[in-house]
C-alpha cells in the first residue's frame, strides 16, 4: 500500500457544485494530516490543517476518519476558481519528513 | 505577510556542473525543508533541516547533495555535479517551530540540465 494515496482525476464538475475528495494513508500512528492547493507550475499552498475534529474554512471542510485512515475535502458551492490539483499531505510519526500523495485534479466548469 | 523567498526562478545548467538553489525561510521559523517536482509528478520530499544539521533525508538526497545555513536568513541546496534527471521544480519550505507544523512553500526555482 503506498504511503499516501489519492485518486487522480481529474473530477469535472459544473460551477455551484459540491465535490469531495478521498485521501488514503498507510500508517495508522500518523497525526498530522494537509491539504494543500497546487495550481499549473506554481508552489503549492496550504489550504487546511486536517484535526481529529474536522476543520472547517468557509466553502472548505476537511475531515479525518482514523478508523478507516483516510482524510476527505469537501469543496461546496465550487467556483471557477477552485480549479487546481488539491495534494493530500502526511507527517508519519516520529519524523521529519512530508509524503505528498500525487494529488487530485479538479475542473470546474462554467 | 511574511513569505518564503527563492532565487532564481529559473536555472539552466550543463550536466556535470554544480548549482546553488537559494532559499530565504519566513523569519521566525525553525525548521526548514527541500523538496523537488519532476514534471508531471508528485512532489518529494528531499531533506529537512534544523538547528544547523540535517533532520531526515531521502533515499533521493544522495551525496551529490548538501543543504546549508550560512547565515541567519539563507538556506541552501548545492547539487554538485547535476545529471540530466535532477531537471525538475525545487521547493523550499518551512515551518513555525510550534502548533500543527504546517509548511509554507517558496515559489520554487525551475532546473533544467542540458
Known amino acids: 500500500r503506498k504511503e499516501v494515496e489519492q485518486d487522480p482525476g481529474p473530477f469535472n464538475v459544473p460551477e455551484g457544485a459540491t465535490v469531495a475528495f478521498n485521501c488514503t494513508y498507510s500508517?495508522?500512528?500518523?497525526?498530522?494530516f494537509f491539504w494543500y492547493r497546487q495550481d499549473c507550475r506554481k508552489e503549492p499552498k496550504l489550504l487546511m490543517s486536517?484535526?481529529?475534529s474536522g476543520n472547517e474554512d468557509g466553502r472548505f471542510t476537511a475531515q479525518l476518519n482514523r478508523a478507516s485512515q483516510y482524510i476527505s475535502l469537501l469543496i461546496r458551492d465550487s467556483k471557477l476558481s477552485d480549479s487546481a490539483t488539491y495534494l493530500c499531505v502526511v507527517n508519519p510519526p516520529g519524523t521529519y519528513k512530508y509524503i505528498f500523495g500525487t494529488g487530485t485534479r479538479l475542473k470546474v466548469l462554467a | 505577510e511574511p513569505e518564503v523567498t527563492q532565487t532564481p526562478s529559473h536555472q539552466v545548467t550543463q550536466m556535470g556542473q554544480e548549482v546553488i538553489l537559494r532559499c530565504v525561510p519566513i523569519?521566525?521559523?525553525?525548521?526548514f525543508y527541500w523538496y523537488r517536482q519532476i514534471l508531471g509528478q508528485k512532489v518529494e520530499f528531499l531533506v529537512s533541516?534544523?538547528?544547523?544539521?540535517?533532520?531526515?533525508k531521502s533515499e533521493i538526497f544522495d551525496d551529490q547533495f548538501s543543504v546549508e545555513r550560512p547565515d541567519g536568513s539563507n538556506f541552501t541546496l548545492k547539487i554538485r555535479s547535476t545529471k540530466l534527471e535532477d531537471s525538475a521544480m525545487y521547493f523550499c519550505?518551512?515551518?513555525?517551530?510550534?502548533?500543527?507544523?504546517?509548511?509554507?512553500f517558496g515559489p520554487g526555482t525551475r532546473l533544467t540540465v542540458t
Open positions: 500508517n495508522s500512528a500518523s497525526q498530522s
Open positions: 486536517v484535526y481529529s
Open positions: 533541516f534544523y538547528n544547523n544539521e540535517i533532520s531526515e
Open positions: 523569519s521566525n521559523h525553525l525548521y
Open positions: 519550505a518551512s515551518t513555525a517551530p510550534r502548533g500543527v507544523y504546517e509548511q509554507y
